[in-house]
């Protein structure tokens, strides 16, 4: 919607911009909510003047919708070039002041993920709303596999107010397992060790939702829509998120932003779907139909062993550790063995605002300093089906399942003991077997192992939730 306006009708307060209408009650925008005021092109001919009045400036700000979704809106303002001018100083003089908006920012491109449309949705979305704001850019496009851990490790994040990532989940996982790692080099860290406090991002991270898998845009957002990221980024408001990061063979494999970390039959998607690309985008929906229906569920057994949070302490978060432990709590765990079709978790928290996989998730946290994990037992093919579709439609009973259990975790460890069937060495089933599916990309770990533990505010995201 264009609304057009005379500039007499414009007044600047405080903290909002008031459009007194004449008829219509008046349209109040908070300066926060500003995305930037313009000088209009003059006109390209005559011939448009003749029927309608140009606007000498354009005033653009953030509508909000349903189901979370934010708009860029426009107030044409006519009138006088010299009230128009000093209207137009005035208000960027506002926005000039708004200390946590960017002004710079490095954008890193993923032109192949999702449908492979980045490139166009950077320049005909993107960068006309930051050209708004008054943003400058640094772009940065991968040209191959592992090229994003190239460009970002030679990137000094100090000469930017904040990093942009226009790609999906697996996009991300790179940047942040390059930048959390460089970060805890530099700072001399034992990273390795899952007890050892670990330094926070310095820099602000924002997700242009543009891959295959968006659950961490969903989960910063409330949607995957475009315009609504990029309006959150362009207000500058930020948040500290929790991380979960995967350990195996005594060593850190990768960081986790939050969405899901999993062994069984959702790696086995991950990894069936990666092998069908001739399917292209067909594939994550026929790939995971055929084995969910189609194929036998595969078996194996474990020893899993949950770290709650203790339930005697009333600490604060502040009190806490980087993994969610108090510094006099204990650090035994439960341990729970069985056969199982798959164990995942997930890092929503109540710092993750919208869980990738259900408002359910929230419930089942007890703590900021947990997490989730789940673990499946054998069950049938067409409650897996619906059980796995309402993890998709984020329904609120997702978890409420006979043939899962869930568990509210600081962190967790899983030991493989065995398989319903022993693969031959160097056979596929054989290699499936040493993989965890880390955000929708494929890790593998040592002798079937791996623990994924909690760290608490250490990835500064931008998003107004």
Not at 247 to 253: A, D, Q
Not at 361 to 378: C, D, G, N, Q, T
Not at 380 to 390: I, M, N, R, V
Request: net charge negative; hydrophobic share 35%.
């Amino acid at each position: 919607m264009v609304l057009k306006v005379d500039v007499k009708l414009v007044v600047l307060e405080a903290d909002e911009v008031i459009i007194r209408k004449v008829k219509d009650k008046p349209v109040s925008i908070k300066i926060c909510d500003l995305i930037g005021c313009q000088t209009c092109e003059e006109p390209s001919s005559s011939l448009s003047s003749l029927f309608m009045t140009p606007p000498n400036i354009v005033i653009r700000y953030i509508s909000r919708g349903q189901h979370y979704k934010w708009t860029a809106e426009t107030v044409e303002v006519i009138g006088s070039k010299e009230n128009c001018e000093a209207l137009k100083n005035e208000i960027n003089n506002k926005l000039g002041q708004e200390k946590e908006r960017p002004k710079k920012l490095a954008v890193f491109i993923n032109p192949i993920g999702g449908s492979q449309t980045s490139m166009s949705v950077y320049s005909k979305v993107v960068t006309p709303l930051f050209k708004a704001a008054n943003i400058t850019c640094d772009v940065m496009v991968s040209e191959r596999p592992k090229h994003m851990i190239d460009l970002v490790s030679g990137f000094d994040t100090a000469s930017v107010d904040g990093l942009v990532v226009v790609g999906g989940d697996g996009t991300l996982l790179e940047i942040l397992n390059c930048l959390l790692t460089r970060v805890q080099k530099e700072a001399g860290l034992d990273y390795d060790q899952p007890s050892c406090k670990l330094k926070p991002l310095e820099v602000p991270i924002g997700i242009i939702p543009t891959g295959t898998g968006n659950g961490a845009a969903t989960g910063l957002y409330g949607n995957n829509d475009v315009v609504t990221a990029v309006l959150h980024i362009i207000r500058g408001q930020t948040n500290y998120n929790n991380a979960q990061a995967v350990y195996s063979g005594r060593k850190l494999v990768s960081f986790s932003g939050g969405v899901c970390v999993a062994y069984g039959l959702f790696s086995d998607i991950i990894y069936h779907t990666d092998r069908n690309r001739w399917l292209k985008r067909a594939r994550y929906v026929v790939v995971p139909i055929n084995i969910l229906l189609f194929k036998r569920q595969r078996q194996f057994t474990a020893k899993v062993t949950v770290f709650p949070k203790e339930q005697n302490t009333d600490s604060s978060d502040e009190d806490t550790d980087a993994t969610g432990r108090e510094e006099s709590a204990a650090t035994e765990g439960k341990d729970i063995e069985g056969s199982y079709i798959s164990i995942a978790s997930s890092g929503a928290n109540q710092n993750f605002l919208f869980p990738p996989f259900g408002a359910s998730l929230v419930s089942l946290i007890k703590h900021p300093s947990e997490f989730m994990v789940a673990l499946y037992r054998e069950c049938g093919k067409l409650a897996f089906l619906s059980h796995f579709t309402s993890c998709a439609l984020k329904k609120p009973d997702a978890f409420e399942k006979d043939f899962l259990s869930t568990h509210s975790v600081r962190g967790y460890k899983v030991k493989v003991l065995s398989h319903d069937e022993s693969p031959q060495a160097n056979s596929q089933e054989a290699e499936i077997n040493k993989l965890v599916d880390v955000d929708g990309e494929l890790i593998e770990i040592v002798d079937e192992e791996y623990e994924v533990w909690n760290h608490m505010r250490i990835i500064k995201f931008y998003t107004c939730f």
